[in-house]
């Protein structure tokens, strides 16, 4: 089967940084996507890793390790709008995402 | 630039009844994916539709059907519904001719089974 781990709940302060972790063990490895979901609203884009290292996308960077079975996303800057879900899903050999149960980022001021 | 949209937004059924959610997928994009989110948990893969026809399921009963029509957009009908079908209905939408498939949601379908 597949597993994908994440915290399930995060707190931070507005202005701080924040890495979210992720670690999988699956059946085949495409690549892992981040997506950021509000409460109520349609998961929205963040990253896609392919190869290890990291990637840096203005205040969000995402981090990979394929022999690991590791990605983080880290967040800078923290905004209160950047309380939401986020969610790590492995893009399979299918091409088909499995998601993570997401990880609840709570900023407070 | 129209995203993708689905329809209704949300919907109230009783146990045992059916239920047909729609979708419309981004402009410019062939295939579309149905994921299941209950409360608290990440989407769960239903099934996936390319050229109007079914290419990958996942772990669902049969009460779970689709389908696509030839303007790509598609269909999630759910048979004898269940209280556990209660959920958020995501579509997502994405084009084969990219080079990795990056999944673009619609807003989703808030189904409650009572």
């Known amino acids: 089967g597949q597993n994908i781990d994440q915290p399930t709940e995060m707190t931070a302060t507005e202005g701080a940084i924040v890495q979210i972790n992720c670690t999988y063990q699956t059946s085949g490895f495409n690549g892992l996507f981040w997506y950021q979901q509000h409460a109520g609203e349609a998961p929205t884009f963040l990253s896609y890793n392919v190869l290890d290292g990291l990637e840096e996308k203005g205040r969000f960077s995402s981090f990979l390790s394929r022999s690991k079975g590791y990605s983080y996303l880290l967040l800078k800057e923290l905004q209160m709008k950047d309380s939401a879900s986020y969610l790590c899903a492995v893009n399979l050999k299918s091409y088909i995402p499995t998601f993570g149960r997401g990880t609840s980022l709570i900023v407070h001021p | 630039d129209a995203g993708v949209t689905q329809s209704p937004t949300h919907l109230i059924k009783t146990r045992g009844q059916q239920v047909t959610l729609r979708c419309s997928p981004k402009?410019?994009?062939?295939?579309v994916s149905w994921y299941q989110q209950a409360l608290g948990q990440g989407p769960q893969f239903i099934f996936q539709y390319y050229e109007e026809e079914e290419r990958q399921r996942g772990n669902f009963p049969d009460r779970f059907s689709g389908h696509q029509f030839p303007n790509y957009s598609s269909e999630l009908n759910v048979n004898a519904l269940l209280l556990g079908d209660s959920a958020l209905y995501l579509c997502a939408s994405s084009s084969t001719t990219k080079t990795y498939n990056e999944q673009f949601f619609g807003p989703g379908t808030r189904l409650t089974v009572l």
């Open positions: 402009s410019g994009h062939d295939t």
